[in-house]
């Protein structure tokens, strides 16, 4: 059994339902694959005292874990005022429409096409709900819209799938790029050094107590990645599917089509300046 002192980003453990923080509780979606790890996290945020809770990321279509989130919600004597997406991807936003009804709530995120009412979130933005407070951080890279939320009172960030609680995520081609990407992490990394943030609260995967050290481990990691992608190019690997087959050669081949959108990114990313 590994160390979990000892993992990038210390993770907490297992991955459960229930309190993370003081403001946060987590209930997590019955959609565990490869992809999505135990599941998708969705988040249940509130003001102690408060009667009113916002949701991020309300999951997949499944109308179980819609339901249980606002039973949850209830049985802590909160009522779902709004619900936020960290992005578009169906196992974090699909059940949004759904979950909007059952809550008559707005659905707020940065793309458009996603929202549900008349506003949308933007850059340094404060949400406020029942005295809660979330800070809108643009972290695009996983995906153009990815979003992530500051929580202050909880020394927190609420990452989606822009760092996730075990492993790394993918820079989903073409709409993902590797130079937001590595930027986002970057804005995070500043989160971490001068606004004191020390937990994440992710998308999926078990909490993480180090902040700082899970988004050093993810920059190492992409730079490693890329140094590797670049001598494989180097060695004769033109096209993707010859790359991920040198790389990713230890990866698990169910995952390789997961792991040719991001090698895609990074050759992009590399021929923008010349290396590939």
């Keep these: 059994m590994s160390d979990a002192a000892a993992l990038p980003g210390q993770p907490r453990g297992l991955v459960v339902s229930g309190p993370a923080t003081a403001r946060a509780v987590n209930v997590l979606a019955p959609n565990a694959s490869a992809m999505t790890l135990d599941g998708t996290n969705t988040w249940l945020l509130s003001e102690p005292g408060s009667d009113l809770a916002v949701v991020v990321d309300p999951g997949p279509l499944d ?3 819609l339901r249980h989130v606002v039973e949850t919600a209830e049985k802590l004597g909160k009522r ?11 196992d974090h936003a699909e059940g949004a429409g759904r979950f909007a009804e059952l809550t008559r ?9 996603l929202r549900l009412g008349d506003e949308g979130l933007g850059a340094g933005e404060v949400v406020s709900v029942g005295g809660l407070e979330l800070r809108v951080v643009p972290t695009p890279g996983h995906t153009s819209d990815s979003l992530s939320f500051h929580l202050p009172a909880d020394r927190a960030v609420l990452t989606g799938d822009t760092i996730l609680g075990r492993g790394t995520t993918m820079v989903a081609h073409p709409d993902g790029r590797l130079g937001d990407y590595l930027d986002s992490l970057r804005r995070l990394r500043s ?3 001068d606004d ?5 609260l992710p ?3 078990p909490v993480l107590e180090d902040a700082q050290g899970a988004v050093e481990f993810y920059l190492a ?8 992608v670049e001598s494989a190019v180097e060695s004769g690997h033109r096209t993707a599917a010859e790359v ?3 790389v990713y050669a230890d990866v698990d081949r169910s995952l390789w089509p997961a792991a040719e959108l991001s090698v895609r990114a990074q050759l992009e990313y590399l021929r923008a300046r010349g290396l590939a």
């Design 221 to 228: 990691h992409r730079a490693n990645r890329l140094a590797q």
């Design 196 to 200: 004191g943030v020390h937990t994440v």
């Design 63 to 65: 109308e179980g874990h």
């Design 203 to 205: 998308g999926h995967g």
């Design 191 to 193: 989160l971490t050094v």
């Design 244 to 246: 991920v087959a040198h």
């Design 80 to 90: 779902v005022a709004l619900t936020l997406l960290t992005h578009g991807h169906p």
């Design 105 to 113: 709530t707005a659905v707020r995120a940065l793309d458009p096409a």
